[in-house]
């Protein structure tokens, strides 16, 4: 098959484990997302590349995760 023709599907977000709105205003988003690869969870401020990003195997995990972002991300705005 001609790679030209191949076409991959655009990456689906699944679900939104969390906004926050630190001192600067701009709204940072965690969501998980369906890819080629598998399971992935980001975070960063919607319609812009990532900050964070990492394949996860699991929904139980990618909460896991996000969670942790999310703290860290709180103490280091409110620092």
Sequence with gaps: ?????TTS???RAILIYWRLVPNNG?????????TARGLELRVGVEDEPPVL????ATHVEARRLSE???QEIGRS???
């Design 68 to 70: 942790v972002w999310r």
């Design 53 to 56: 990003r990492a394949d996860v």
């Design 26 to 34: 701009r709204t940072l988003v965690c969501t998980s997302y369906r």
């Design 9 to 11: 599907l655009p990456d």
């Design 1 to 5: 098959m001609d790679s030209q023709l």
């Design 77 to 79: 705005t409110a620092a």
